[in-house]
């Protein structure tokens, strides 16, 4: 744990030793290039930690880290017991198919998650997904494509359209046994998660769902791959709490999405949420969790879907998830997020233009940033 203090609080100083004596932790000062010097108190700081809120109350202290083992579950650097720190292997989180395929989301390869905002109409969801089957084929990679679609829908306005729950969880199944290809749905309520996750082949966390803390242990009791969106005001440590939630239950199979955040700029008009591509790097950094991204809601307006997309291939992302229309005459009958959809035809050219990135740019990104473990 790392505590940032003005220099020449002595008061302070004083009344963090004795806090950290009184736990039996060590600190260590390290003194900073400005004005600011770091304290390090070491050993089990479980006690120490739990008095946050009080130290950062005292006069001159600017901020105050957690040590990745706060998310030990999850984190990449963890400490043995012998102190000595130890990097692990990143996660891939595998989702069988009906086809027979597993589609392994971090191994190093894009995974292409597709499919409406909600399914609405039998036709519309089953035409999807034979569309995404028929792209899947096409560039070889059905093995890497997964159905999305949220029958429960979050809406910020109580009197928007809701999502046809369970007949549209039915349409989804249909989906998956049309095309093969397994799916991913929102899940909102924690006393339904076996309901909907006996159904479903990975469940949601949307962003307004991602501290709902009861929801985030009963998905991970539950044990099937999670989706967890990172909320959309919250910063990259919560979010990482949010997912150890997940993994306290003993359920690893957690794939993290960065689905952009409220700003101030987001008002502007040209963004519906900004998206924070550096958070991607950095969660592939401290987490051993796949790290997906979503263009879609970042984006709010389908005409610059591909380019936010495109960024966050080359920020290193193991996946993305994309809403799609089946056709361009679907779009007025689109009840929500119809703004934001593609068409699975402009799709088709994205997986193109991915995994021509794959081949020809990324070894050369690779190389440029000195990462030789394949995105792993
Ligand atoms: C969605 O995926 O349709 C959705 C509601 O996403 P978010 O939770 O990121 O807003
Ligand atoms: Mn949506």
Not at 87 to 103: Q, T
Not at 140 to 155: E, N, Q, S
Not at 308 to 335: C, K, P, W, Y
Request: hydrophobic fraction near 40%.
């Amino acid at each position: 744990m790392l505590i940032e203090i003005e220099r020449g609080r002595n008061q302070t100083l004083k009344q963090i030793r004795d806090l950290a004596a009184r736990f039996g932790n060590q600190i260590e000062i390290t003194e900073g290039t400005g004005v600011f010097d770091t304290i390090h108190v070491i050993g089990d700081t479980r006690g120490f930690s739990a008095r946050e809120d009080y130290v950062r109350s005292l006069p001159g202290v600017r901020a105050f880290f957690h040590a990745a083992s706060g998310y030990a579950n999850i984190a990449r650097t963890i400490r043995g017991k012998d102190g000595v720190a130890q990097r692990r292997d990143r996660r891939i989180v595998e989702v069988p198919g009906l086809d027979g395929k597993i589609r392994r989301i971090g191994s190093g390869k894009h995974m292409f998650i597709v499919g409406p905002d909600s399914p609405q109409t039998l036709e519309q969801t089953l035409a999807i997904a034979r569309m995404a089957r028929d792209v899947g084929e096409r560039f070889g990679v059905l093995d890497r494509m997964i159905l999305r679609g949220g029958a429960f829908k979050p809406r910020t306005r109580p009197n928007s359209w809701r999502g046809l729950g369970m007949k549209g969880i039915a349409m989804l199944d249909a989906a998956r046994e049309e095309s093969g290809i397994p799916y991913a749905t929102e899940i909102m309520d924690l006393n339904r998660v076996e309901e909907i996750g006996t159904h479903a082949d990975m469940l949601q966390i949307g962003t307004r769902n991602s501290q709902n803390f009861d929801l985030l242990e009963s998905v991970g009791r539950f044990g099937k791959p999670v989706i967890l969106k990172r909320g959309f005001g919250n910063e990259v440590e919560e979010w990482f709490y949010a997912a150890e939630y997940v993994a306290n239950q003993g359920n690893l199979n957690i794939v993290l999405c960065e689905r952009g955040m409220k700003t101030l700029f987001t008002k502007g008009g040209y963004c519906r949420n900004q998206p924070d591509l550096n958070a991607i790097t950095f969660a592939r950094k401290q987490t051993i969790l796949p790290v997906i991204f979503d263009p879609s809601h970042v984006a709010g307006d389908f005409r610059i879907v591909a380019e936010n997309l495109m960024a966050s291939v080359a920020h290193m992302v193991d996946g993305t998830i994309t809403e799609t229309l089946h056709d361009e005459s679907f779009r007025q009958e689109q009840l929500c997020d119809a703004a934001q959809a593609l068409t699975m035809e402009a799709y088709a050219s994205i997986v193109e233009a991915v995994l021509t990135y794959e081949e020809k740019v990324l070894p050369l990104v690779r190389k440029a940033v000195g990462d030789s473990s394949n995105g792993r």
